[in-house]
């Protein structure tokens, strides 16, 4: 997307925060997740400190994207927030009050395209977290605990009325494989499907972003085409 000349503001909403290891960084340096800036987080939340269990719904988040954006790509902007706590310590509410008002406030961002790398999980889903989006890509892996998954994906999507929810198929080894996953998937057929590729699994394994080559680089060509295809009612 960014190649194509559109600005993509990407948040990497994971409390294990590593979407910055796959994106080519304009500085060598790793950004400082907003959950290490505790100054920003204390100014969000007005420095209430309320009493343990209590949060704030409508938290500010006016500096938070400024202030915690590095940039990637050429100036592309990413915020990292990294929120992630010792065992024991409690749930997330607080940060899951805080992101939905970030998130509202990147929709007004200076950005064609805001991608929000979220959990692999549903808790974004289910506390309704991201429930502005306009598309939801599911990845879906050749197996059958990663259908399953989906599935539970696309309802809590469509409680969410979110119009748009889609697969994208990643890691297929053969053709056979590509084939099984697209019978599973037949009344939900992918945009994309990525295959197993030596280079990326490489990228992982020294900790620098791949290069997208070949067959790969076909199947994220033919995803962007079929975001950009979508009849949004405005842009991401």
């Not at 590593?18 to 800036?37: F, G, H, M, T, Y």
């Not at 509410?93 to 999980?121: F, M, N, P, V, Y």
């Not at 399953?148 to 053969?174: K, P, Q, Y």
Request: negative net charge; aromatic residues 4%; contains cysteine.
């Amino acid at each position: 997307m960014a190649a194509r000349g559109l600005r993509v503001l990407a948040i990497d909403a994971d409390p294990d925060a590593n979407l910055a290891s796959v994106l080519p960084l304009d500085n060598a340096e790793r950004p400082k997740s907003l959950a290490q800036q505790s100054e920003l987080l204390r100014a969000a939340t007005n420095g209430t400190g309320l009493p343990d269990g209590l949060f704030l719904l409508n938290p500010d988040t006016r500096q938070l994207l400024p202030q915690g954006t590095v940039t990637w790509g050429g100036g592309q902007p990413l915020v990292a927030l990294g929120w992630s706590k010792d065992g024991g310590e409690g749930c997330y509410c607080a940060e899951h009050a805080l992101l939905r008002q970030l998130l509202l406030k990147a929709c007004k961002a200076i950005a064609d395209i805001t991608l929000i790398d979220s959990e692999a999980g549903l808790e974004h889903l289910s506390r309704g977290t991201i429930a502005g989006i306009d598309i939801a890509l599911v990845v879906i892996e050749s197996g059958r605990r990663s259908l399953e998954t989906a599935d539970a994906i696309r309802r809590l999507a469509a409680h969410l009325a979110i119009r748009h929810v889609h697969t994208v198929v990643s890691g297929c080894l053969n053709g056979d494989e590509r084939e099984k996953v697209l019978e599973w998937l037949r009344d939900w057929p992918p945009l994309s499907v990525f295959p197993f590729d030596e280079a990326i699994r490489h990228g992982d394994l020294v900790g620098e972003p791949p290069a997208l080559l070949g067959d790969f680089r076909r199947a994220a060509e033919s995803l962007v085409d079929a975001l950009l295809d979508l009849p949004l009612k405005a842009a991401a």
